[in-house]
Antibody, heavy 124, light 108 residues
Framework: EVQLVQSGAEVKKPGESLKISCKGS????????IGWVRQMPGKGLEWMGI????????RYSPSFQGQVTISADKSISTAYLQWSSLKASDTAMYYC?????????????????WGQGTLVTVSS | EIVLTQSPGTLSLSPGERATLSCRAS???????LAWYQQKPGQAPRLLIY???SRATGIPDRFSGSGSGTDFTLTISRLEPEDFAVYYC?????????FGQGTKVEVK
């Protein structure tokens, strides 16, 4: 079974750094893109970016470029989303999801499956 | 960037009724690369439809997707109690991939 398991909820102060994780299992981790999606409280889904763990090729939404860093460690089948200096406006649920497509390794694909989400709360 | 606009914002229907959800793109979606997701409160989104008319594994056949170019539709033929949720469309044909703002299907 393909599964993505995310790290637990975090409570941080503005200005602090943070790295959350997403561990894949049940498939060849290096052969599929993994994406990150933000959902602010009571709001819709926002596509943040994707990474190909095989070579760490990364794509960012212009809205998130420079605000976050997406990375991956293929040796432990884990993708990461990190902030160097959190803001209150980063408070949200963050989901990782595998990019699935008809051709293995194609970045143009739909998200399936999704991780369970990591709630990040930033408050002074 | 392709902007996806979903309508209506909220759909109030009764179990057994037919639901028709619209997703309109600001420009043509390459290869009609569009997907639909369902999200229930407190849960992660779940894939329903991709490509834009292929059902994901395990999705009941009362869910169907159609459309091409800039206009796409998700149809739920007969609403079951478990179908009341928020539905999102997403295009993955042109970077950056984008989501619509969602349609909430609620019990009338």
């Amino acid at each position: 079974e393909v599964q993505l398991v995310q790290s637990g909820a975090e409570v941080k102060k503005p200005g602090e750094s943070l790295k959350i994780s997403c561990k894949g299992s049940g498939y060849r981790f290096t052969s599929s893109w993994i994406g990150w999606v933000r959902q602010m409280p009571g709001k819709g889904l926002e596509w943040m970016g994707i990474i190909y763990p095989g070579d760490s090729d990364t794509r960012y939404s212009p809205s998130f470029q420079g605000q976050v860093t997406i990375s991956a460690d293929k040796s432990i089948s884990t993708a990461y989303l990190q902030w160097s200096s959190l803001k209150a406006s980063d408070t949200a649920m963050y989901y990782c999801a595998r990019v699935t497509s008809l051709r293995s390794g194609n970045e143009r694909g739909w998200f399936d499956p999704w991780g369970q989400g990591t709630l990040v709360t930033v408050s002074s | 960037e392709i902007v996806l606009t979903q309508s209506p914002g909220t759909l109030s229907l009764s179990p057994g009724e037919r639901a028709t959800l619209s997703c309109r793109a600001s420009q043509s979606v390459p290869s009609s690369y569009l997907a639909w997701y369902q999200q229930k409160p407190g849960q992660a989104p779940r894939l329903l439809i991709y490509g834009p008319s292929s059902r994901a594994t395990g999705i009941p056949d009362r869910f169907s997707g159609s459309g091409s170019g800039t206009d796409f539709t998700l149809t739920i033929s007969r609403l079951e109690p478990e179908d009341f949720a928020v539905y999102y469309c997403q295009q993955y044909g042109s970077s950056p991939w984008t989501f619509g703002q969602g349609t909430k299907v609620e019990v009338k």
